[in-house]
């Protein structure tokens, strides 16, 4: 039986991983569940899948947990970013669901890795940072990395094993990365400047939480998504191509050069490529409704706007600056959509904030985790300082 941890349990892909789990008490325990600061939440969850760890980022948080459990489940509550490492590397555990949002997943999505888990990558974030050192320590401690981004998850099915981490050869040409367009595909630029989080949050296929949903709504998202695809599968960037996919059930597919393209098919639901990650090589049951090619009809195609979704681009040019620019560019998109979800700052305004952020900062060589962490501090104060000019 697999003991699982689940870094980010309140979320959307915690709870769908729970769902999962739910389905298999044969064959999948809880060992370690987290989250940042919804107790009443994680209380739920503790009296239900009885962990032997629950852990909070935040402290306040963790004392409430405590408190609610105390004589109604044996759970060891920890607190902050030291108790988060912990359990992500505990021998117990054998697998680890990395799905805490934004760059705070780095430090124990890398403790998991170091600890030669089986690694259920749905923290983009931590690639994006810190790319090649990343690998490199997946590479040296033996761990076993499954990407769960429905795109990358697809990518992974559609290639031989033997290229999941090296495209060169077995005559693989490129990759073919889907986009849905989110909730904005259409619109003028200037109704883009018009368009309030509510509405951002609102994305046509996917039920996500509030900052991947704006950031599929700017293709930052896809732009972040461009950048793992190029770590995960030793790509370049122009062995990656993007493609709108409006219903989203053409999850990305990869070309050969004989004219052959894999795709990978499936609804919008998180849970295929979360059962697929927990059971590889095996196949699970998911909870996901079959697909129904006869109600969907046809497919559709589009080549993204890079004139009115600047993210995409803007991504781009950071993963070729290489060194510390993705991470940068990270962190900035962070500040920016929290500012936007806060109603400080406009829908159109986030480009213009991380190409400004961008702007302002030196690239540096990533050297390691502290160089990544201190620059990724420095690029969320500049962020901030250009949001306060953008606001007099």
Not at 89 to 113: K, N, Q, W, Y
Not at 213 to 235: H, Q, R, Y
Not at 306 to 314: A, G, S, V
Request: proline share 5%; with cysteine; net charge negative.
């Amino acid at each position: 039986m697999r003991q699982v941890t689940i870094l980010g349990a309140t979320g959307s892909i915690g709870l769908s991983t729970l769902d999962v789990i739910r389905r298999h008490p044969d064959r999948f325990a809880i060992y370690a569940l987290t989250a940042n600061s919804r107790d009443e939440d994680m209380a739920r969850l503790c009296l239900e899948f009885r962990p032997r760890f629950a852990v909070m980022a935040d402290h306040d948080a963790a004392t409430r947990l405590q408190a609610a459990l105390a004589g109604r489940a044996e759970t060891r509550v920890l607190a902050g970013e030291d108790g988060l490492c912990e359990v992500a590397a505990a021998p117990e555990a054998d697998t680890v669901m990395a799905a805490i949002v934004g760059g705070a997943g780095l430090p124990p999505t890398l403790a998991a890795v170091r600890a030669g888990k089986r690694v259920l990558l749905a923290n983009k974030e931590a690639l994006v940072m810190s790319g090649r050192l990343f690998m490199d320590a997946v590479a040296s401690s033996g761990a076993e990395l499954l990407p769960i981004d429905s795109e990358h998850n697809a990518i992974f099915q559609c290639l031989p094993p033997s290229r999941v981490r090296n495209l060169n050869g077995d005559g693989v040409r490129r990759i073919l990365l889907t986009a849905s367009g989110g909730p904005f595909r259409t619109h003028s630029a200037a109704a883009l400047r018009e368009v309030s989080p509510a509405e951002a949050c609102a994305h046509p296929n996917w039920s996500m939480g509030q900052k991947i949903s704006v950031d599929s709504a700017t293709l930052m998202n896809k732009g972040l998504e461009m950048i793992e695809a190029c770590w995960l599968f030793n790509a370049r960037p122009d062995q990656i191509e993007v493609h709108v996919h409006p219903e989203s059930i053409i999850h990305s597919m990869v070309e050969y050069v004989d004219g052959s393209v894999l795709a990978q098919l499936g609804s919008p639901d998180m849970r295929t490529p979360i059962a697929n990650g927990l059971a590889w090589p095996e196949r699970i049951e998911s909870g996901v409704a079959p697909l129904d090619l006869f109600a969907l009809g046809r497919f559709h195609f589009e080549r993204p706007d890079l004139e009115r979704f600047p993210c995409l681009r803007l991504a781009a040019e950071a993963f070729r600056a290489g060194g510390t620019a993705p991470a940068l560019l990270n962190a900035a998109n962070e500040v920016a959509v929290a500012a936007f979800l806060g109603g400080k700052l406009g829908f159109s305004d986030i480009p213009l904030i991380i190409e400004r952020t961008l702007s302002a900062m030196t690239v540096r060589d990533a050297d390691s985790f502290d160089t990544i962490f201190a620059e990724d501090m420095a690029a969320r104060r500049m962020a901030a300082e250009q949001i306060e000019r953008a606001l007099v």
